[in-house]
């Protein structure tokens, strides 16, 4: 999402400063948002979509025509305890 800030104001013609400025924040929280050290709370997405014209998604960089199907996370699989020693825990 930062390089699509970036891209966004570019495209309207606004700097970070006044982007800033429009969404009530600092400049260095832009700031922040664009080098990737912070993510917008949601209600700034939201603000940033109207100020840009973009849907949420847009804004975030999913691509909303041709989805990714995220690939299953592996669990690591935790040893289950024997049952009397399961009473022994549940006893202490």
């Not at 691509?63 to 199907?69: L, M, S, T």
Request: proline residues 4%.
């Amino acid at each position: 999402m930062s390089i699509r800030i970036k891209e966004y104001c570019e495209k309207i013609g606004i700097k970070q400063a006044d982007l800033a400025e429009r969404l009530g924040v600092e400049a260095n929280t832009i700031y922040r948002w664009t080098s990737g050290a912070r993510i917008p709370h949601w209600n700034d997405i939201l603000a940033m979509c109207k100020i840009f014209n973009c849907t949420a998604d847009e804004l975030m960089g999913n691509d909303v025509e041709n989805p990714q199907i995220p690939r299953k996370v592996a669990r690591k699989r935790v040893p289950r305890e024997s049952g009397e020693r399961q009473a022994q825990s549940l006893r202490l």
